[in-house]
Structure formats: structure tokens, C-alpha cells
């Protein structure tokens, strides 16, 4: 089936630096939506996206919709111990249908 | 505004049986999505409910099974639990079903095969 693939699989990162991920497909996307889950909890909405190109922040997270509708990118800026758990990118295919990637799994150490 | 309910949190079932889960979605949507989370599994699709109706199926067996009520309330259905079956089931409710609509997840039930 459709898959979208998300990197890294996992980082360990210093507080206090900048983090960057990213979602690909070989398909056409119509929105991109990025989750954070925290340990034993289910998925919260950090940021959606809707048009190709477009940049949206959410305090100390940068999101955008590639240009090619192919792919996006989440970066947190000055991470906090916080900032530890599981982000998901999600994305509607021309379908309709949501598709999830396989998580970037982060780490802060203080 | 209320969010996505899930109920039970924790669930512990023995081999064989049966566990029904049960998911309330925000008020005014009409569509519910189940999602089994393992761990090094990501979130797999289990299946999506609109108005009743299922509208698609991901690739599990048909022990799992569910149903939509006419207030959009969901319930999953896995019969003859095995001990792989153990894992965070997820729903998520949104507004529709087609389109891009986004989805607001509940907290999940925890749920251990012995």
C-alpha cells in the first residue's frame, strides 16, 4: 500500500539545539499533518498543512507542504527535555484516505 | 469542547477471549479511524467508520472487527485474543470522511494478552 517514509527513525539530541525531520512519498499528498505522542498516549496535533509551499509555525515548530506535494518537513527549534516522544507525519492521498509515516523518535538529553 | 474518548485506559485479557473497545468521537464528527500501535510497528490501520458504514479496511485478519452506532460512537471487536494482539489501540475522529479533514486522536486502551 501507499507509505510514506519518515527520517531519521530516531535521534538524540543536546537541550538547547534545533531538530529537523522529514516525511517522503512517491505520491501526490493533499495535506500534511505533523503528531506528537508522548509515552502511553495517543497522538496530538501539532501542525496541518494544506497548500503546496506553504510555511506554518506553532511557537518553537516550523512546518511546510513541499512544493512537489511529495514531502514536508517538521523543525523544532532550542528543544526542551519536553520535546521527548514520538512524532508522526500524516498526509490525505488523492483519496482521501490518511496515511501515517513510521515516527521519528526523539530524545533530549538536558 | 469535549475531546476523543476511548474507554477502557488498560485492559488485560487472557488467550482466547474476547474484548470489546469502545471509542466516542468529538461532537460532530462523523468519522472513526482504529489504529493498533506495537512498538517498532508505527500505527497500523485497522479500519474507518463514516455514518455507519465502513468505508475502508486495513490488512487484518477477521477476528477484528467493528461498527459505528447512529451517534457516531465506535466499537472494536477482537475475538479469540492472542497474545500478539497486544498492543495501544488508537482512534481517531474526524469531521468527514473524505477530504482533507484532520484528525484528532483519543488517549488510546492499553491492551495485554496473557
Known amino acids: 500500500g501507499q507509505q510514506l517514509n519518515q527520517s531519521p527513525q530516531s535521534m538524540f539530541i543536546q537541550e538547547g539545539e534545533d531538530v529537523s525531520m522529514n516525511c517522503t512519498s512517491s505520491?501526490?499528498?493533499?495535506?500534511w499533518l505533523w503528531y506528537k505522542q508522548d509515552p502511553g498516549e495517543g497522538p496530538v496535533l501539532l501542525i496541518a498543512l494544506y497548500k503546496a509551499g506553504e510555511l506554518t509555525s506553532n511557537g518553537r515548530l516550523t512546518a511546510q507542504f513541499g512544493i512537489t506535494r511529495k514531502d514536508s518537513f517538521l523543525n523544532i527549534s532550542a528543544s526542551i527535555p519536553s520535546d521527548v516522544g514520538i512524532y508522526f507525519c500524516a498526509g490525505h492521498n488523492q483519496g482521501g484516505k490518511l496515511i501515517f509515516g513510521q515516527g521519528t523518535e526523539l530524545s533530549v538529553k538536558p | 469542547k469535549a475531546g476523543v474518548t476511548q474507554t477502557p485506559r488498560y485492559l488485560i485479557k487472557t488467550r482466547g477471549q474476547q474484548v470489546t473497545l469502545s471509542c466516542s468521537p468529538i461532537s460532530g464528527h462523523r468519522s472513526v479511524s482504529w489504529y493498533q500501535q506495537t512498538p517498532g510497528q508505527g500505527l497500523q490501520f485497522l479500519f474507518e467508520?463514516?455514518?455507519?458504514?465502513?468505508?475502508n479496511k486495513g490488512n487484518f485478519p477477521g477476528r477484528f472487527s467493528g461498527r459505528q452506532f447512529s451517534n457516531s460512537r465506535s466499537e472494536m471487536n477482537v475475538s479469540t485474543l492472542e497474545l500478539g494482539d497486544s498492543a495501544l489501540y488508537l482512534c481517531?475522529?474526524?469531521?468527514?470522511?473524505?477530504?482533507?479533514?484532520?484528525?484528532?486522536f483519543g488517549q488510546g486502551t492499553r491492551l495485554t494478552v496473557v
Open positions: 505520491s501526490i499528498f493533499n495535506t
Open positions: 481517531a475522529s474526524r469531521w468527514g470522511s473524505y477530504g482533507n479533514t484532520e484528525a484528532f
Open positions: 467508520y463514516f455514518s455507519e458504514t465502513q468505508r
